[in-house]
């Protein structure tokens, strides 16, 4: 098909999706730039795809999403960076830390024994309390911010994207309850056929075009001087089957059908 042909096919989500193939294939960057549904992206390339304009594959990959956890650490912290404020300055007790770092029970726990695993904490015991203190390694550890770097990413996050020093951090991470949660996305990989290349290039203006002939328009005759869009009945289209006979509609026609002539023969 000639590419002026074409391009008069194009329905208006389809002309405003194909421009912008020429600088992105990302689906969701599609939606960005459009401004479209992603409904509307997809059935704008589905009618693409149709037209040989591009070619769409099921590719699926695993991305990383927040969990519960992981969204109240990205706002609150996490809960032994808490603990460890509390007794940088002082040492302090177990109660007095939960108060003031807000910690439940169980992050309190959770805690104690991620500090005592990287040494960042020693631990006395003194009127039947346990007494916390930090240590020069847990300093270091207060330091340390790539797990927060790494809960500020704009999620979801291809795995396959991060680097040596992010994957390292995110096999942390999924060790622990509800932080971040792999998924497996299935997703649309989008590419460009030549005549596709070609048609992208193509400048598409924002004219408005007319789908249909309406009666309206016959009478008014407002049709005159409109720019209709061009058909192509070439095209592959879904298939209508039509509709079936319920079981027993059927069946009953078939007793009216041959009763008559059974009642003959007994006769």
Same mark, same amino acid.
């Given at each position: 098909?000639?590419?002026?042909?074409?391009?008069?096919?194009?329905?208006?989500?389809?002309?405003?999706?194909?421009?912008?193939?020429?600088?992105?294939?990302?689906?969701?960057?599609?939606?960005?730039?459009?401004?479209?549904?992603?409904?509307?992206?997809?059935?704008?390339?589905?009618?693409?795809?149709? %037209?040989?304009?591009?070619? $769409? +594959?099921?590719?699926?990959?695993?991305? #990383? &999403? @927040?969990?519960?956890? =992981? /969204? *109240?650490?990205?706002?609150?912290?996490?809960?032994?960076?808490?603990?460890?404020?509390?007794?940088?300055?002082?040492?302090?007790?177990?109660?007095?830390?939960?108060?003031?770092?807000?910690?439940?029970?169980?992050?309190?726990?959770?805690?104690?024994?991620?500090?005592?695993?990287?040494?960042?904490?020693?631990?006395?015991?003194?009127?039947?309390?346990?007494?916390?203190?930090?240590?020069?390694?847990?300093?270091?550890?207060?330091?340390?911010?790539?797990?927060?770097?790494?809960?500020?990413?704009?999620?979801?996050?291809?795995?396959?994207?991060?680097?040596?020093?992010?994957?390292?951090?995110?096999?942390?991470?999924?060790?622990? %309850?509800?932080?971040?949660? $792999? +998924?497996?996305?299935?997703?649309?990989? #989008? &590419? @460009?056929?030549?005549? =596709? /290349? *070609?048609?992208?290039?193509?400048?598409?203006?924002?004219?408005?075009?007319?789908?249909?002939?309406?009666?309206?328009?016959?009478?008014?005759?407002?049709?005159?001087?409109?720019?209709?869009?061009?058909?192509?009945?070439?095209?592959?289209?879904?298939?209508?089957?039509?509709?079936?006979?319920?079981?027993?509609?059927?069946?009953?026609?078939?007793?009216?059908?041959?009763?008559?002539?059974?009642?003959?023969?007994?006769?």
């Amino acid at each position: 098909m000639e590419i002026k042909k074409l391009i008069d096919t194009l329905h208006p989500l389809e002309r405003k999706v194909l421009p912008v193939l020429a600088r992105t294939l990302d689906f969701n960057e599609i939606i960005k730039q459009t401004q479209l549904k992603d409904v509307e992206v997809m059935r704008a390339l589905q009618w693409l795809e149709n %037209k040989q304009v591009v070619k $769409l +594959k099921d590719e699926l990959k695993e991305v #990383i &999403e @927040l969990g519960k956890n =992981g /969204k *109240q650490y990205l706002e609150k912290g996490f809960p032994e960076k808490r603990f460890l404020e509390q007794i940088k300055d002082a040492p302090g007790d177990e109660d007095t830390i939960k108060e003031k770092a807000n910690l439940s029970q169980q992050e309190f726990g959770v805690s104690m024994g991620i500090l005592k695993k990287n040494s960042a904490i020693l631990i006395d015991k003194k009127n039947r309390k346990l007494i916390f203190t930090v240590t020069p390694m847990g300093k270091k550890f207060l330091e340390k911010k790539e797990e927060e770097d790494f809960l500020k990413k704009n999620f979801p996050v291809n795995l396959r994207s991060l680097s040596d020093q992010e994957r390292e951090t995110f096999n942390n991470l999924k060790k622990r %309850k509800d932080i971040i949660i $792999l +998924k497996l996305q299935k997703n649309k990989k #989008i &590419e @460009l056929t030549e005549l =596709g /290349k *070609q048609a992208a290039k193509e400048k598409i203006t924002g004219e408005k075009i007319l789908d249909r002939l309406t009666p309206d328009m016959l009478k008014t005759g407002i049709w005159q001087g409109k720019k209709f869009r061009r058909y192509d009945v070439e095209i592959n289209v879904p298939e209508i089957y039509g509709g079936r006979k319920q079981h027993y509609q059927r069946f009953l026609d078939w007793i009216k059908k041959i009763f008559p002539l059974r009642l003959k023969i007994i006769l």
